[in-house]
């Protein structure tokens, strides 16, 4: 079983600060999602990487996916209270190319 | 947003009985996807479809089963609903594979149905 490990669990941080998270795996990912998703609701796409090494920028949100496409971060500059969520990271694998394997997830709350 | 209903959105039944959760999509695609949510676990696949009458097991996929004889419609049955299986279900569509460049499979979700298994 391939896994995927975020890190961390939880994060609560002020209005204005920056932030990190981290997914890891053992295995290479043929592609790597991350997701966001609110209380009541399902995970919504924020973005798809591929290439290892790729930067992907979404307003203030940096996507990095690792040179060896083991490992990914998101970064938040400036975070705000309505980026409060559960963020996940879902990897693709290669000989399991139909399926995708889900982090745990970072429950951020980013407080005003 | 993607055309994904679920339903019910909502239920409580009781430990033994049977239940079916049903998955609705409008967009024609081919890949459908069931997923339970458990607080520390994540999403865990249960099982997923790859077209009509094709289907295939997840990692948690002891005591579901699946059914799709339409491309809209994935249905998800508890055969004998247990305490374990209470939970929040959430399904999932992908497209289908280009026939040039690579499949990033992104998925798309409903809003979810909670089950709860008294």
């Known amino acids: 079983t391939q896994l995927l490990e975020q890190s961390p669990q939880f994060l609560s941080i002020q209005e204005g600060e920056n932030l990190t998270v981290y997914c890891n795996s053992s295995?290479?990912?043929?592609?790597l999602q991350w997701y966001r998703q609110e209380p009541g609701e399902g995970p919504v796409l924020l973005v798809t990487?591929?290439?290892?090494?790729e930067v992907k920028k979404l307003k203030r949100l940096t996507f990095q996916f690792g040179d060896a496409r083991k490992d990914s971060s998101l970064h938040i500059t400036a975070a705000q209270t309505g980026d409060t969520g559960l963020y996940l990271c879902a990897g693709r694998f290669s000989g399991s190319a139909r399926q995708l394997t889900f982090g745990s997830g970072t429950q951020l709350t980013v407080l005003p | 947003d993607a055309g994904i209903t679920q339903s019910p959105r909502h239920k409580v039944t009781e430990t033994g009985t049977p239940v079916t959760l049903r998955c609705h999509q409008t967009e024609n695609h081919r890949y459908m996807y069931w997923y339970r949510q458990d607080p520390g676990h994540g999403l865990r696949l249960i099982h997923y479809s790859y077209g009509v009458k094709d289907t295939d097991k997840g990692e948690v996929s002891d005591g579901y089963s699946v059914s799709r004889s339409k491309t809209e419609d994935f249905l998800l049955t508890l055969e004998s609903a247990t305490s374990s299986q209470t939970s929040v279900y959430f399904c999932?569509?992908?497209?289908?594979?280009?026939?040039?460049?690579?499949?990033?499979?992104?998925?798309?979700f409903g809003p979810g149905t909670r089950l709860t298994v008294t």
């Open positions: 295995s290479v990912f043929s592609s």
């Open positions: 999932a569509i992908s497209e289908t594979p280009g026939t040039g460049g690579a499949w990033l499979g992104e998925q798309y």
């Open positions: 990487v591929v290439t290892g090494g």
